[in-house]
């Protein structure tokens, strides 16, 4: 029974470079989201999905983009590094748009 | 804007009912609240949520005061594993859950 698996779990990247990170879930849920947390904070809202195809932006989506091509996943690209976007990254998953949500394990990115 | 307010930190003794108070004095009639946890930086992990009655589950117990400005999650016999950072937030079904500070949760034995 994975959940809601996230890979990679640590990453450096360089001040330019990009990266995806994945998320994967095998729970049949329609509802996606990613978050990022700096530290000593709450969770913000990058960007989420309520179905295969259907994407919105969050609170802070400048810097990320995502896509949904299937239900089990969502991945988010991080085009051209900044220090800024050194954080954790939560990818989320819900079944209905009222339900609780299931969690990763998270992300640990820096960016140097 | 979280939209609630709860204490930064809070201390419990182990085998004693934890209390965490939450403030959201502004809520309006279609929002739930809803409590999630989160233990040293892990993904959080959902607790509960309610609208207006009191709920109950395996892991707590919220209480709703009846003018809806306020709730209490209870923990009724917390242990060390309990030790966490608690959010508690208002939902009204647009995709987004504000996260606050949080109030960390200090278990000791």
């Known amino acids: 029974n994975a959940g809601v698996t996230q890979t990679p779990k640590f990453r450096i990247l360089k001040i330019g470079q990009s990266m995806t990170l994945q998320c994967a879930q095998d729970m049949n849920h329609n509802y996606m989201y990613w978050y990022r947390q700096d530290p000593g904070m709450g969770l913000k809202l990058i960007y989420y999905s309520v179905g295969a195809g259907i994407t919105d932006k969050g609170e802070v989506p400048n810097g990320y983009n995502v896509s949904r091509s299937t239900t089990e996943d969502f991945p988010l690209r991080l085009e051209l590094a900044a220090p800024s976007q050194t954080s954790v990254y939560f990818c989320?998953?819900?079944?209905?748009?009222?339900?609780?949500?299931?969690f990763g394990s998270g992300t640990r990115l820096t960016v140097v | 804007d979280a939209k609630t307010t709860q204490p930064p930190s809070m201390d419990c003794a182990e085998g004693r009912a934890a209390n965490l108070p939450c403030n959201h004095s502004?809520?309006?009639?279609?929002?739930?609240v809803y409590w999630y946890r989160q233990i040293h930086s892990q993904g959080p992990q959902y607790i509960i949520h309610?609208?207006?009655?009191?709920e109950t589950n395996e892991m707590a117990s919220l209480i709703i005061t009846e003018d809806r400005k306020s709730s209490t999650l209870i923990l009724p016999h917390a242990t060390l594993r309990d030790t966490a950072v608690y959010y508690c937030m208002r939902w009204w079904g647009n995709y987004q859950l504000i996260w606050g500070a949080g109030t960390k949760l200090i278990i000791k034995p």
């Open positions: 502004t809520i309006s009639g279609n929002e739930y």
């Open positions: 989320a998953t819900q079944l209905t748009g009222g339900g609780g949500y299931t």
């Open positions: 309610g609208l207006k009655n009191n």
